[in-house]
């Protein structure tokens, strides 16, 4: 079993930046692949980006291709989201995830077996 606690979230101007970091516990995080999803108030939970257990497979949503970049090391057990020129609709709650499935990396959140209790982003205009 993997326990997952996101950090790093707050408040930013529009083109700021933020680093969120998902601490997981249990010796076999480096077996998940690790995906990051969020949520604005009155949406649907969406994929935002997802990283293979090597890190050598990543993956993003269209809306964040070229401003987020997501990384892990598998030494601290921690995934990382790096987000810059954010902009008001990147507001919500971010969520870390975990899974072990047959492909390097996925966007679908049933496939995820685990995860984190979210960490608010709130970009102001």
């Known amino acids: 079993q993997v326990q997952l606690v996101e950090s790093g979230g707050g408040l930013v101007q529009a083109g700021g930046s933020l680093r969120l970091s998902c601490a997981a516990s249990?010796?076999?995080?480096?077996?998940?692949?690790m995906g990051w999803f969020r949520q604005a108030l009155g949406k649907e939970r969406e994929f935002v980006a997802a990283?293979?257990?090597?890190?050598?497979?990543?993956a993003y949503a269209d809306s964040v291709k070229g401003r987020f970049t997501i990384s892990r090391d598998n030494a601290k057990n921690t995934v990382y989201l790096q987000m810059n020129s954010l902009n008001p609709e990147d507001t919500a709650v971010y969520y870390c995830?975990?899974?072990?499935?047959?492909?390097?990396?996925?966007?679908?959140?049933?496939?995820?077996?685990?995860w984190g209790q979210g960490t608010q982003v709130t970009v102001s205009s």
């Open positions: 995830a975990a899974t072990i499935g047959a492909l390097p990396v996925t966007h679908r959140t049933y496939e995820y077996h685990y």
């Open positions: 249990g010796r076999t995080f480096s077996s998940y692949s």
């Open positions: 990283i293979s257990w090597s890190g050598a497979n990543r």
